[in-house]
């Protein structure tokens, strides 16, 4: 049998030998809330959490990180290309919609004729311990998005919570290695395989919530103009937590971080947001959004529109982070469910969730 | 495959004022690697992330054609951070550059055509590399008549007066100047664009319209060519939208689901009829 067991006990082992060869990052409680740190102590590791507040992209795609750095002499400019991209990065606990949104940022980030070099390369160089998700949060619906609370496809080693022991999965080439080298692990008996078998039915069978997204994509296709749009933007704020919380949101801004005393600096590219008005303010005054309800709707319509046009598959992992944070409850489910009720006014029939 | 985030280093070669309130000026830049020029294949239309390093990069259209050789050109009005850095700068200043980016305007499918540019402000820039590049002798024969309609504010904000010059002495080329109010000692026209669009007239027949200006002046000028019985198919508009990495990748340039700074800067009307209202 393939499968292996990893006691909660030995997690402290499994660390202590993949921490010389990797950056080891894992869940951990930061100001109360769950977030991936890289971790010097496996003390700091928290196994016990549905999901983390801010997702596991932001160690591949920071908040903040340079592009390069750069220096002065006299009138010549001398430009330090980053030397870690390459660096072993490993994430430990990452739940199957995290895991998913990698592949969906590495296809957005390799897409077109430019790869972006600073992503794709730390891509390449992580793995990923995915676990499945015995409880699914009341706000999740990864079901709906062609995922699954077990679903294994996007990490290279998959855990099953079984209580006091995970049943360790290798699901890549890079995992199956990496299992290899920790010899040290027992192996499964079929009770602890069936046993995960079962709880990833529980999991599937606790959702509430399940879309159509086909549907969606066709009824926003051809209700651009529709006045839903001004009910679904009326009540935002603005505050841009649903995309900043977002895993598969990928805008960012560049600004050049100047030490004039030193003669030196880095270009920098930061998190932005399609919700604030002067992500698209043009120099000259002019805007092609400078209202809350294009900005709302541009938000929609790229994760549900526009990335099956560019892409094939919608530009949402179904983890609930926007339903969640949304600090007035314009949560996405009632924003999917007026966008439905169009059809359903036209058909006559009910069809959403 | 390179970063694409990491600029490609020119040196300020020469800089040029182009107005009389002296807030546009054109940087002629040089590369310092000889192998990174040879390698810089534009075509007119395309734009580049250039970049003071320290104090930002924006996008700007390339000014200069390709049939000029040795450097590359940029005419930028000052009006934030980094273009104002760039009108502080000095000849020998190092300006980063990533680029050629954009489709550029189609150069092949205008083969054999009679093309009508229609230009507005200091936007005229790439308009500027397209007529260079049709009316170079290796090019001239595979295009047809070029008409200029090429409006400005005030006579004090005319761009590239010395090739405009040299234009109007040829015979292949019609040159139509106007400016929004009447001038002492202005002697060609005086109106919108549009206005002037629709004086002129110009065929349809065997024709593309190359349109770049202010939001207003394009839509303004397709109206007047739409009544003029051109096709939305036959009329390209050069857009600017905000942008930031020139590559796809930052997000705010999208209008629905294309990106001006991939998939444009250059689209139909045609195309853009089929787009959100976005731009």
């Known amino acids: ?353 | 495959m390179p970063n694409p985030y990491i600029p490609m280093l020119t040196k300020v070669k020469s800089m040029v004022s182009e107005n009389e309130v002296n807030d546009i000026k054109t940087f002629e830049l040089e590369f310092i690697k000889e192998e990174e020029y040879k390698n810089f294949n534009y075509i007119p239309g395309q734009y580049a992330e250039i970049s003071i390093i320290g104090k930002g990069e924006c996008p700007i259209g390339i000014a200069s054609s390709p049939t000029e050789e040795g450097t590359i050109k940029f005419t930028i009005k000052k009006m934030g951070t980094v273009t104002s850095s760039f009108h502080n700068s000095d000849v020998g200043d190092t300006i980063g550059v990533r680029g050629p980016l954009g489709n550029g305007w189609p150069m092949e499918e205008l083969k054999g055509k009679n093309i009508v540019v229609i230009g507005g402000g200091f936007a005229f820039s790439t308009l500027r590399s397209l007529i260079l590049y049709v009316l170079d002798e290796k090019h001239r024969k595979d295009y047809g008549r070029v008409t200029v309609i090429y409006g400005n504010r005030n006579s004090g904000e005319v761009l590239y007066r010395d090739v405009l010059e040299e234009w109007e002495k040829r015979d292949d080329i019609d040159v139509v100047l106007t400016i929004d109010r009447e001038e002492d000692d202005w002697t060609r026209k005086v109106g919108f664009v549009a206005a002037i669009v629709k004086e002129v007239a110009p065929s349809s027949d065997n024709a593309v319209a190359v349109v770049c200006g202010p939001p207003i002046m394009i839509t303004t000028a397709q109206n007047e060519l739409e009544k003029l019985n051109w096709k939305a198919e036959q009329i390209l508009n050069s857009l600017e939208m905000r942008m930031k990495c020139g590559i796809g990748k930052c997000g705010r340039c999208n209008i629905g689901e294309k990106y001006v700074c991939i998939d444009g800067p250059v689209f139909s009307l045609a195309e853009l009829k089929q787009m959100p209202k976005e731009h």
């Not at chain 1, 994430?91 to 957005?108: M, N, T």
């Not at chain 1, 069978?205 to 997204?213: A, E, M, R």
């Not at chain 1, 209700?223 to 933007?233: A, L, T």
């Open chain 1, 1 to 353: 049998m393939d499968e292996k067991i990893l006691l909660k006990d030995n997690i402290g082992k499994l660390y202590s030998e993949l921490e010389k060869e990797y950056k080891f990052y894992a869940p951990t409680k930061v100001k109360g809330n769950i977030a991936f740190s890289r971790i010097s102590n496996v003390e700091e590791i928290e196994l016990e959490f549905l999901n983390s507040k801010v997702p596991p992209k932001d160690v591949l795609f920071p908040q903040k990180e340079t592009i390069f750095e750069y220096k002065y002499e006299g009138k010549d400019v001398i430009i330090e290309e980053r030397k870690d991209l390459e660096d072993k990065l490993l994430i430990f606990g990452v739940r199957p919609c995290d895991a998913y949104s990698f592949k969906l940022l590495e296809d957005f980030f390799a897409f077109g004729d430019f790869q972006d070099e600073v992503f794709l390369k730390k891509r390449e160089s992580s793995t990923i311990i995915g676990i499945g998700c015995n409880n699914p949060r009341q706000s999740c619906f990864c079901t709906s998005v062609g995922g699954h609370p077990f679903q294994k496809e996007s990490t290279d080693v998959f855990l099953s919570d079984l209580g006091d022991k995970y049943l360790v999965e290798a699901v890549s080439e890079k995992g199956k290695n990496l299992v290899k080298k920790l010899s040290w692990l027992s192996d499964a008996k079929k009770a602890d395989i069936d046993k995960s078998k079962e709880l990833a039915k529980q999991a599937e069978d606790s959702f509430t919530t399940k879309f159509n997204f086909d549907l969606v994509t066709k009824v926003l296709d051809e209700n651009f103009e529709h006045p839903v749009w001004q009910e679904i933007s009326e009540s935002c704020i603005g505050c841009s937590s649903c995309t900043f919380l977002c895993p598969t949101c990928t805008c960012f801004d560049v600004i050049d971080e100047n030490d004039e005393y030193n003669n030196r600096g880095r270009r920098i590219r930061i998190w932005d947001t399609c919700q604030s008005c002067l992500y698209t303010l043009e120099t000259s005054g002019h805007n092609p959004r400078p209202e809350k309800i294009q900005r709302c709707r541009n938000r929609i319509m790229h994760k549900f529109s526009y990335y099956p046009s560019n892409y094939d598959c919608v530009g949402c992992v179904g983890c609930g982070r926007c339903i969640s944070a949304c600090p007035v409850n314009n949560e996405l489910r009632l924003i999917i469910d007026k966008i439905l009720e169009i059809e359903e006014k036209e058909k006559g029939e009910k069809i959403s969730a």
